[in-house]
């Protein structure tokens, strides 16, 4: 399989691509440090700390952050496989690619197994060179169709779609899931089994059951079952916020690694913080500056992306979470929220500064 070097960091050896060079996982076992090396196919990454596929909030300006920042590997929000949708403004803006950030994951969502054949078939036409698979959105319905972890319940139809889209395209295929339909039926390792059969190159498990949804806490008893049944790659999902929950994870799963959603709100640095961390690293702390310079470069990239209105609006929502990241208090959001020029959100930020943070 080919990779397309960009003006990124990645290079290339034998047929193994290596992303971010920098950054390098290791694992703690019963104290024992070693390097696994995560390979999704041909595409090794540099750490096996991934950024969630997150709607409405991991779109290309936060995705581009977070690589940057450390991430092994940042997926794309969802883009819905049903043809009539293809060409929206939302799919295409989903469906936007930065070439440096390599391998460039997205992800695809639908129940029918040719549709998303075919979905995934064009992504890899625009630049895709990981397709991944939602089973996991516990949403009833994604645009009318019963996808996402619904399809946990018929193997069958799952095995189909992961059958048709590793056969439609020559690039990794990789799948998200949760750990069944609800805590009586978790068939996590059976899904595992199926998608390994199918072809499947690498396997994130969200640590709840569809029933669940985001209540109670993420168990990863599960994904330990399904390290043990597969041979592919297993990424663990859930409630994961720091390095030592990440290095526990994984040694008590024997995970590859970790996905990293929620708690990289407001802070896409969280994933290549942790990664650092398990690497044996000291993890750098971003003082305010570091911070703020941070928070000014995704407003930028959200005004550019989107334009002056909507990128304004969408604005207000990372920043908010920045904001009560940094503990400013709600009367400063609001006055933030209040601003309705890309300028005036500019320089909110920029005069910014940690006594005012302390004041509030
Ligand atoms: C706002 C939001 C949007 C999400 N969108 C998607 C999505 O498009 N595809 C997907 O597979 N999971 C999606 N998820 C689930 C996350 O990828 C992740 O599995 C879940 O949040 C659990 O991980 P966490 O505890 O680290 O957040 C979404 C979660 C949130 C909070």
Not at 194 to 200: N, T
Request: hydrophobic residues 45%.
């Amino acid at each position: 399989m080919g990779v397309t070097p960009g003006p990124s960091k990645l290079r290339r050896v034998d047929n193994v691509a290596f992303v971010n060079p920098s950054v390098i996982v290791m694992m703690d076992v019963s104290s024992h440090w070693f390097l696994p090396v995560v390979a999704v196919g041909p595409y090794k990454l540099s750490n096996s700390v991934l950024l969630a596929p997150m709607a409405g909030i991991t779109d290309l300006p936060f995705r581009r952050l977070a690589w940057r920042l450390g991430a092994g590997m940042v997926y794309g929000e969802m883009t819905v496989a049903r043809p009539d949708l293809w060409h929206t403004r939302k799919s295409t803006e989903r469906r936007r690619l930065d070439r440096c950030i390599q391998p460039s994951t997205v992800q695809i969502a639908g129940a029918e197994p040719r549709w998303l054949a075919d979905i995934a078939r064009r992504h890899v036409e625009d630049g895709a060179q990981i397709i991944d698979i939602n089973m996991g959105c516990p949403a009833k319905k994604v645009c009318d169709q019963a996808a996402g972890s619904a399809l946990l319940r018929d193997e069958s139809l799952v095995r189909a779609i992961l059958e048709a889209v590793t056969g439609a395209v020559d690039v990794p295929v990789t799948l998200k899931i949760r750990t069944g339909l609800c805590p009586s039926t978790r068939n996590a390792v059976a899904i595992a089994r199926i998608a390994e059969a199918s072809g499947v190159s690498a396997l994130t498990v969200h640590g709840r059951t569809r029933a669940c949804r985001f209540r109670g806490s993420a168990e990863h008893r599960t994904v330990t079952d399904v390290v043990a049944s597969v041979a592919i790659p297993v990424f663990a999902n859930g409630d994961i916020t720091n390095v030592d929950q990440a290095k526990t994870v994984m040694a008590r799963t024997g995970a590859a690694g970790v996905m990293i959603g929620r708690s990289a709100l407001g802070a896409p640095w969280l994933p290549g913080q942790i990664a650092q961390g398990l690497a044996g690293g000291k993890p750098s702390e971003l003082d305010f500056a570091a911070r703020i310079d941070i928070i000014r470069t995704h407003l930028d990239a959200m005004h550019g992306f989107y334009g002056i209105e909507r990128g304004v609006k969408i604005a207000r929502k990372h920043v908010q979470w920045y904001l009560q990241r940094l503990g400013l208090d709600a009367q400063m959001i609001k006055s933030f929220n209040r601003l309705d020029l890309p300028e005036l959100q500019q320089r909110f930020l920029s005069e910014l500064n940690p006594t005012l943070v302390e004041a509030a």
